[in-house]
């Protein structure tokens, strides 16, 4: 299992361009990927449930990965993390 901990970077909080992209990331593993707000878990491979926690600025996240291709997904979610000023 891999967890990569963040935080929100972005005065409108996670938005929905933002949510797309790492749900579409997620998308490309076959590892479990979910994201962790609060007290609220998600899917990290679903728009919708990712849409739903709706993430504020300055707010921190916990993504787990959990799979066989997991290393992988870390790497990969991490660089794009970055790219976004999410990590």
């Known amino acids: 299992m891999k967890i990569i901990e963040g935080k929100i970077h972005n005065e409108k909080g996670l938005t ?3 949510a797309a992209l790492l ?6 593993f076959k590892s479990n990927l979910t994201i962790k707000v609060f007290d609220e878990t998600a899917d990290l491979k679903s728009i919708m449930n ?3 926690l709706v993430i504020p600025d300055c707010t ?3 993504i787990t990965i959990d799979g ?3 290393e992988l997904a870390f790497e990969s979610l991490s660089t794009t993390l970055k790219e976004k000023d999410l990590l």
Do not use: F
Not at 23 to 28: F, K, T, W
């Open 16 to 18: 929905s361009r933002l």
């Open 23 to 28: 749900v579409g990331e997620a998308n490309h």
């Open 60 to 62: 921190p996240y916990t």
């Open 68 to 70: 066989v291709d997991e």
């Open 50 to 52: 990712v849409m739903a």
